[in-house]
Structures are given as structure tokens and as C-alpha cells.
């Protein structure tokens, strides 16, 4: 059974970093690609950033340069370090599971209701 839980969201200032985690269990971890996806306040699901088996990254455009992708395969967790945050970075991250390399590079359609995704984290940017 596929389990994904993620943790390391909160109230940051605008400008400041938070290090989101993804603990996977219940899947070989190292052989799946894996990716964030976050949804705001009234708005849709939109990807974030996906990072392949091989460890390549891949982001949004509005976080590249601010946001790093990274996993550690020895501890199955994907993290999301995320630097300089803006109030729009305010949302529910979640983590998950990718099937196939469209959905860990922002090419697919995504649903909440996905069984590969975690329950999400919140991030909330604010002063």
C-alpha cells in the first residue's frame, strides 16, 4: 500500500525558506519518479516540481530559481526546499507518486483523488 506523508509546512514572512519532507513507504522508492503538486486558496491544482529516479530535476517556472527538488533514496524522502517565498507560495503541497514521467513534469491532469498523492502539507506566507 502506498503511503506518502508529508510534513515541514507553516507560517513563514515573505522572503523567508521552509524544507518540505515526503516519507514514502509501501512502494520501491528508488525506481519511481516523484513530484509536488500545491493548490491555493479557490483556486485549481497546479504542479510544482518533479524529480525523475535518476535525480533530475524539473520545475514550474514561477519557482525555478527559488525552489530545489532533491530525494534521498536510502531514507525514501522527497523533499521540497523552498527559499524566498512569496504570499503567493501560500497552499497545500502534497507529494506524490509519479506513473509516468508526464505527470512528474507538470504534463498531466492531477486529482486530489489520486491514490498515489499524501493528505498535503500547508504552507502559508504571510506578514
Known amino acids: 500500500q502506498v503511503q506518502l506523508v508529508e510534513s515541514g509546512g507553516g507560517l513563514v514572512q515573505p522572503g523567508g525558506s521552509l524544507r518540505l519532507s515526503c516519507e514514502a513507504s509501501?512502494?520501491?522508492?528508488?525506481?519511481?519518479?516523484m513530484y509536488w503538486v500545491r493548490q491555493a486558496p479557490g483556486k485549481g491544482l497546479e504542479w510544482v516540481s518533479g524529480?525523475?529516479?535518476?535525480?533530475?530535476?524539473y520545475y514550474e517556472v514561477s519557482v525555478k530559481d527559488r525552489f530545489t527538488i532533491s530525494r534521498d533514496n536510502a531514507k525514501n524522502i522527497v523533499y521540497l526546499q523552498m527559499n524566498n517565498l512569496k504570499p503567493e507560495d501560500t497552499a497545500l503541497y502534497y507529494c506524490?507518486?509519479?506513473?509516468?514521467?508526464?505527470?512528474?513534469?507538470?504534463?498531466?491532469?492531477?486529482?486530489?483523488?489520486?491514490?498515489?498523492w499524501g493528505r498535503g502539507t500547508q504552507v502559508t506566507v504571510s506578514s
Open positions: 506524490a507518486r509519479a506513473l509516468t514521467a508526464a505527470q512528474a513534469t507538470g504534463h498531466a491532469t492531477y486529482s486530489r483523488d489520486d491514490t498515489n
Open positions: 509501501g512502494f520501491t522508492f528508488a525506481s519511481y519518479w
Open positions: 524529480i525523475s529516479a535518476g535525480m533530475s530535476p
